[in-house]
């Protein structure tokens, strides 16, 4: 067992059933560690996928921002073009010459 | 007598040019990260092998592994070695796949398979550890699954893979008391649970 740890007693059971598995593995080796078939081409193809995605939702974000951000450029535009107050006042009335 | 090591750890794994594949995988390289994919995985499945119970779960799992990896490929800076930091990640995926999954509350000698049962018995009755059965595999699984997910995963990394607990802190961000505590816990419960199936198992 762990030496960081106080050592149970030799004699006690999950002792030895660790024991017995460790032992189980080791007999059994290190077997078909290697990457099924197209495993690796299955995550490049699910990590591609998931840039792509992640891209175009980048590409919507920023153009819905840019729409926004157009609208109230024109919003203000129009509104700093509209006519002052003063010039839809009455025009003033028109004298009269007497003979 | 100790058993020797079985799971090499990160730092065992030779680094063999990692930053040059990381280069060219960041740059949207297909071969490279395929290349990346098939040089990490013989760690990564012996990390998913020893904390899971269903070897059925074991590619959905690894896969899970990959698709985080590349997913924070970005956010390694190389602070630690890559098969490090990808162990962190299996570790930590594998912790959340078992938190996932429902705790046995209880592990009776009618549940175990006759191979299972007499694996139990002659383990009990082995003097020694280097005396005890084999192929005790799917016991040893039964009996976890008695644990909650921290239980398990720590004793799954003290006395099945033999990690020091400096390690398992490395791997998990938990403590080292935290370890210590649950590992203690783990071991009494697990006693606790060996000595009613021995006493059931025995004839009345």
């Keep these: 067992m762990n030496s960081d740890l106080p050592t149970p007693p030799a004699d006690a059971p999950w002792e030895k059933v660790a024991a017995a598995t460790r032992a189980d593995r080791a007999a059994r080796g290190s077997a078909d560690e290697q990457a099924p078939f197209g495993f690796s081409t299955r995550i490049v193809a699910a990590w591609q996928e998931i840039r792509r995605n992640e891209r175009a939702a980048l590409w919507a974000k920023w153009s819905l921002r840019a729409a926004f951000c157009s609208m109230a450029i024109a919003a203000l535009v129009v509104a700093l073009q509209r006519p002052e107050r003063n010039d839809t006042a009455l025009l003033p009335l028109p004298a009269y010459e007497l003979p | ?204």
Aim: proline share 5%.
């Design chain 2, 1 to 204: 007598m100790r058993v020797k090591k079985m799971q090499p750890t990160p730092a065992d794994i030779p680094d063999a040019g990692w930053d040059d594949v990381l280069t060219r995988v960041r740059a949207g390289s297909e071969t490279a990260a395929r290349d990346l994919v098939d040089r990490l995985y013989p760690h990564v499945i012996r990390i998913v092998r020893s904390h899971l119970p269903r070897a059925a779960d074991e590619e959905d799992l690894s896969q899970e592994i990959f698709m985080k990896i590349f997913s924070r490929l970005d956010r390694f800076r190389g602070e630690v070695p890559l098969p490090h930091w990808v162990a962190r990640i299996a570790v930590n995926t594998c912790y959340d796949r078992l938190r996932r999954q429902k705790v046995r509350p209880e592990l009776r000698f009618a549940d175990l398979s006759e191979d299972e049962a007499d694996f139990l018995q002659a383990t009990m009755t082995a003097e020694t550890e280097e005396s005890a059965p084999r192929e005790g595999a799917g016991m040893v699984e039964k009996l976890l699954a008695t644990l909650n997910a921290t239980e398990q995963t720590v004793l799954r990394m003290l006395d099945l893979d033999q990690k020091s607990v400096k390690e398992i802190c490395d791997l998990t961000g938990w403590g080292a008391s935290k370890i210590k505590v649950t590992a203690m816990r783990a071991r009494r419960k697990l006693a606790e649970t060996l000595r009613k199936l021995e006493s059931s198992s025995q004839p009345a």
